[in-house]
DNA sequence: CGTAAATTTGAGAGCCGTCAAAACATGTGG
DNA sequence: CCACATGTTTTGACGGCTCTCAAATTTACG
């Protein structure tokens, strides 16, 4: 018999709890919830599940930044996509019911939590919100996707690579005086995995960059002002 | 009070009844997709939709072939999808209730069933089996892209146009003698977009292909030898 | 301080984008 | 059936970019 008393959702406090896809649910879901509930902070360059795993559950990024990777055989590998807070990942097998076909490492120090396969399953046959819910996040996916696809096809690596940097600045970057100013999370190779090019092809690509102004590169360590010439973000005419 | 007699499926005939999107759903829901249900005849180069156009309902392809293009406002486009019979299209801007990001235009003589929106939103409501299957589609929409975008990251523009050759000969190419032969469906600038290069560059990989003697190509005649020295289809080494 | 790993630089070949022009295909009206 | 106009595809020339291989340099960290 269900308790008469008021469950708290495991999400509640998350600052994500808003948007979550486990919420709404009955009362009745919250205990299946609560038990396939679970946290795991990983340290940067931790692995949260291998490609070829089989899928363990829908994870929620709450803190930190994820890297999803698909190695290839040939030992190279793609960067698909960056998991921030409120990001959800694994959904794809879980609802495949299938093996990851990426693999997901902490880039920085991060945590996530884990509603388990057995539950998750048990609260999404009861709750087909919380489906609608997933059918939501495949679709800014797949979007997401589209917009890579479509950039890949029709924009110079150059502004490619300036657009990456202009939207880390965002997530990352703080003001300091009239630059922004960030750590970058990701190596050059990393980088290069995720606008498509050699790692000697990105250090060029630097390069340029560097050159013309745009942003005053050190390492990881980035630097842009804040009112620049907007031509030079823009790229050249056409492209 | 339903009705006793059994009420057909409207797809209960279509080719692809056994893997649709509205099959199974419960008695009831039946006279709602039939309700909500029409058949579309397209001629070739006819619009389905239109970019931005308000999403009308879910689309299955049931013969012929469809392109889901979306055009960028520099006038250039670019091709995401060949949808093909079996295919649901409109599903992205159905489940976000959103306006379509893409045009959908018949490349050949085709023909769609359509669910108008509002009746496949009843349906869905009322059978969450189907929003699994509808989620299903998306996960593999999602890998497909992915695909994608790993063989425009890892791939030679020659090896990728190459393997489309080989998809496209399977679905539209017939066995005459050791050869097989088939007409192209798209036009030089169709395989562009697909490919992600300019008109120009792919005259060029069409030239270099036969040049290879891989294909034999004469406008829209393509022939392919069947038995051919396999390390041609693969690449050159490395690629 | 030294080693291993990551990043940058150099050189050369090949491929792609762009612009312009030629060749080819298609459809119309005489 | 021809002449013509239109739209598509191919070709040429050229500059710029990327890949590859190799080596130099910097960075990270024990």
Redo the contacts with the bound molecule.
């Keep these: 018999m269900p308790e008469p008393w008021i469950i708290e959702h495991p999400c509640a406090k998350c600052a994500f709890f808003k948007g979550s896809v486990w919420q709404p649910v009955e009362r009745i879901a919250m205990s299946v919830l609560t038990r396939g509930f679970t946290r795991k902070s990983l340290i940067a360059d931790e692995v949260l599940f291998e490609q070829d795993d089989q899928n363990e559950g829908v994870f929620c990024v709450s803190a930190g930044l994820l890297a999803l990777r698909t190695h290839h055989p040939n030992g190279t590998s793609t960067l698909l996509k960056l998991a921030y807070p409120g990001d959800v990942i694994g959904f794809r097998s879980f609802l495949a019911n299938a093996r990851h076909k990426t693999e997901a490492r902490a880039l920085l120090p991060s945590r996530v939590c884990i509603v388990a396969h057995r539950d998750a399953d048990r609260v999404v046959r009861g709750n087909p919100s919380v489906l609608t819910r997933m059918a939501a996040r495949c679709v800014s996916e797949i979007d997401s996707n589209h917009d890579r696809i479509i950039s890949a096809?029709t924009t110079?690596?150059?502004k490619r690579l300036s657009d990456l940097l202009l939207r880390l600045m965002a997530a990352h970057g703080e003001q300091v005086g009239d630059q922004m100013h960030m750590q970058l999370p990701?190596?050059?190779?990393?980088?290069?995995d995720l606008i498509?090019?050699?790692?000697?092809?990105?250090?060029?690509?630097?390069?340029?960059l560097k050159d013309d102004g745009v942003f005053v590169?050190?390492?990881?360590d980035i630097q842009m002002p804040l009112m620049q010439p907007s031509h030079i973000l823009l790229g050249?005419?056409?492209?």
Tied chains: 1, 2.
């Design positions: 096809a110079s690596n150059r990701l190596s050059r190779s990393d980088l290069a498509g090019v050699q790692p000697e092809t990105m250090s060029r690509l630097f390069k340029r590169v050190s390492g990881r050249r005419p056409g492209k």
